[in-house]
């Protein structure tokens, strides 16, 4: 059922790591249970993060993580993936918001409702937050089961940004099928070992 309270805010995690999916959130809050300590995920400890994640599942309205494969990134780009992931969290949802709001300065192409890009949105408005939160967490859960399966590469710790550690991993054991192909530094290796996986 539509409602003029039906506003969806959306968030993305993962645009500048060099391996895995990148992931969006869309959430619409339930005005009648507030969740307290909601803000950008990046400014929260992992704990804090984690058990924020469960209370937003637990009383939001509605909520819908989705992905954009590393295909589609090396294929699209980063922006293309990202705005992509976005419109399937929204279009995922239980309930059809009659607005998203969407964090940065761009609105995927497509939407069915109305929507409006906020910057900074992630620290200033609370479904833009919880959004940032379930996306991220859920990236890296993702991270840490391919840490499981690779765990030379140190993904529990730098979930796939380019870190001196993950450079130095590359180096040591070249580039997965989780690496993203069109990314400078895989790219680099890649043009060097001619294309060869691991």
Known sequence: MQSVSLIAGVDEAGRGPLAGEVY???VILDPARPIAGLADSKKLSETKRDALALEIREKALCWCIAR????EIDTLNIL???MLA?????EGLERQPVEA???GNRVPAGLTMAARAIVKGDASEPAIS???ILAKTARDASLLELDARHPEYGFARHKGYPTAEHMAAIAAHGVLAEHRKSFGPVKKWLEAHQGELF
């Open 101 to 103: 709001i969407i964090d």
């Open 24 to 26: 969006a959130a869309a």
């Open 68 to 71: 954009a494969s590393v295909a």
């Open 86 to 90: 976005m419109r399937r969290a929204l």
């Open 80 to 82: 293309h993936a990202t």
């Open 130 to 132: 919880a959004a940032s």
